[in-house]
């Protein structure tokens, strides 16, 4: 990772790993519809009101600030994307799932439903859109998959099979179910086994990152 100059306009444009997953299937998978933008790497406690030059410097630092290359890991970059809210908002919509941290033994089943809060005026609200939920190892969970939403998108996505490869795999709906692996050979010498879960609201834009730990079960 490093910096951009920031004395000219750059555009670094890269594929992250999921992006490049993509590419190699050569499915017709890869097809990028929109975009977004965030300002992971504002810290905007430089604000400056007392600035003794006036109101132009107010920003200055936060202005003179260097701005991050692009980089393929899609779980670090962009977590704080830019969204829209109703004039007066006072709280940024956040995730709940109920875990900080997610612990299956082998076969066991988790069905998780999340709630936004501080979303369109009320403390708990779930998404119309549901939620995108992206496991960074599909090899760990014998079944992945979201429903509630039925949507083209949705119904291609909770479909997808991924077979053998330490590849991550996204799904989406309202509730999303996790069913850990009983296949003892991916431990190898190891009692457990730990991946990242990744839920975005599809409305919202919040987003929660959740370590996913499936233990093995000895005889």
């Known amino acids: 990772m490093g910096y951009l100059n920031n004395t000219s306009v750059t555009v670094d444009a890269i594929l992250t790993k999921k992006g490049r997953e993509l590419l190699a299937k050569n499915d017709g998978s890869f097809r990028i519809t929109q975009f977004s933008l965030s300002d992971d790497e504002i810290d905007y406690t430089l604000y400056n009101p007392t600035h003794p030059s006036g109101s ?6 936060i ?6 290359e692009a980089f393929p890991d899609e779980t670090q970059i962009m977590k704080y994307k ?10 940024l919509p956040v995730l709940n799932v109920g875990y900080t941290t997610i612990t299956l033994r082998q076969g066991a089943t988790l069905a998780i439903t999340p709630q936004t809060l501080n979303y369109l005026g009320a403390a708990t609200a779930f998404e119309a859109s549901g939620y995108t939920a992206t496991i960074g190892d599909s090899r760990i969970l014998s079944t992945f998959n979201g429903v509630g939403v ?7 996505l909770n479909t997808t099979t991924t077979i053998g490869t330490n590849v991550s795999r996204t799904v989406i709906g309202t509730t999303i179910n996790l069913t850990a692996t009983t296949v003892n050979t991916l431990f190898g010498t190891r009692t457990s086994l730990t991946t990242i879960l990744t839920i975005t609201g599809r409305d ?8 996913v730990i499936i233990t093995k079960v000895t005889s």
């Open 150 to 156: 039925n949507t083209t998108e949705a119904i291609a």
């Open 82 to 91: 830019l969204l829209t809210l109703p004039r007066g908002t006072a709280k």
């Open 63 to 68: 202005e003179a600030m260097p701005i991050l």
């Open 204 to 211: 919202s834009g919040a987003r929660i990152t959740i370590p």
């Open 56 to 61: 132009a410097y107010y920003g200055e630092a």
